[in-house]
Nanobody, 121 residues
Framework: QVQLVESGGGLVQPGGSLRLSCAAS????????MGWYRQAPGKQRELVAF???????NYADSVKGRFTISRDNAKNMVYLQMNSLRPEDTAVYYC???????????????WGQGTQVTVSS
């Protein structure tokens, strides 16, 4: 079992920044990648970014150049730095543990509780 806890969400004005954190605990032997998803009201959950155990990253086109995913293996943490935020980035953001070959990400059924990000003036 893997437990994930997100933090760092909040209300921010357009153009602002937020940094989300995900703390992972439990048995992570089968996990070789971590991802961030988001779900806006009335929309499907979508993959925002993922990072492999080797440090390779991949981003959704909508956040490329604005968001950066990183990890600290020693602390079992994954981060999502979000810059130049837009109202359309408003969603609940979820951390996920999964698998990846570097190009595709496969989510396992390990999810955090989510953290709300609201971008509004």
């Amino acid at each position: 079992q893997v437990q994930l806890v997100e933090s760092g969400g909040g209300l921010v004005q357009p153009g602002g920044s937020l940094r989300l954190s995900c703390a992972a605990s439990g048995s992570r032997n089968s996990i070789n990648a971590m991802g961030w998803y988001r779900q806006a009201p009335g929309k499907q959950r979508e993959l925002v970014a993922f990072i492999t155990s080797g440090g390779s990253t991949n981003y959704a086109d909508s956040v490329k150049g604005r968001f950066t995913i990183s990890r600290d293996n020693a602390k079992n943490m994954v981060y999502l730095q979000m810059n130049s935020l837009r109202p359309e980035d408003t969603a609940v953001y979820y951390c996920n543990a999964g698998d990846s070959n570097g190009y595709y990400y496969t989510p396992y059924n390990y999810w955090g509780q989510g953290t709300q990000v609201t971008v509004s003036s």
